[in-house]
């Protein structure tokens, strides 16, 4: 599809669609007693992670969908995370056992890494496809951006494990909802130096790459 024909929403839109099926999860996980007392149909599906799992499968399709709707496109990132929301949610439900779920952000984390990292053995940058109508870097800035982000999903899935293991189901759930995305922008804009430094249109003065 040419980019005369996908379409531009608001950024605010934009973020609300990434991290509503996450804040649905959350609440759902959170309320879930209570959910099934308002609609005991809802008690078939388990305790309270089993009901958060399937309003937030729910609530992905609905991202998906109105994203599409909204932009006439569909990015990589979301559509991956979404299909393995669905697998595993679903696998969550049917076997009722929230392990799967709980797997789910370490199998998608290190998907990610792999596609990155083994791209760069084949001398791809592949992050440089996503993020391409974002920035426009040179070679070397897309390598190393790519390099960190590989490394930067290894973390993720690392952490993503540690706490599935070792925590409760709802501080697993708080870690998901409310720890991974500052993390993740935090680490965004640690990326800015070298992004500016390697940009074609820099953001601010030049400096130094770290």
Not at 129 to 138: E, G, I, P, R, S
Request: positive net charge.
């Amino acid at each position: 599809m040419s980019d005369a024909s996908q379409k531009q929403i608001n950024p605010i839109l934009k973020l609300v669609l990434e991290l509503g099926p996450l804040v649905v999860f959350f609440l759902a996980n959170r309320y879930g007693d209570a959910l099934a007392q308002t609609w005991p149909q809802l008690e078939q599906l388990g305790g309270r992670i089993f009901i958060g799992t399937a309003f937030f499968m729910v609530a992905m399709i609905v991202s998906l969908v109105l994203s599409y709707a909204l932009t006439r496109t569909m990015a990589v990132m979301p559509l991956v995370t979404g299909f393995f929301v669905l697998v595993f949610g679903g696998m969550t439900l049917w076997l009722q056992d929230e392990t799967f779920i709980k797997m789910k952000p370490t199998i998608v984390n290190l998907i990610f890494a792999a596609i990155l990292l083994g791209g760069l053995l084949f001398k791809k940058s592949m992050l440089a496809y996503v993020f391409d109508a974002a920035f426009k870097l040179d070679a070397d800035g897309w390598r190393k951006l790519t390099f960190r982000w590989g490394l930067f999903f290894i973390c993720l899935a690392v952490a993503n494990e540690i706490v599935w293991r070792n925590f409760s189901n709802d501080f697993w759930v708080n870690f998901k909802v409310w720890a991974i995305m500052p993390i993740t922008f935090c680490f965004m804009l640690l990326q800015l130096p070298l992004i500016n430094r390697h940009s074609e249109t820099p953001l601010f003065g030049a400096g130094e790459d770290k």
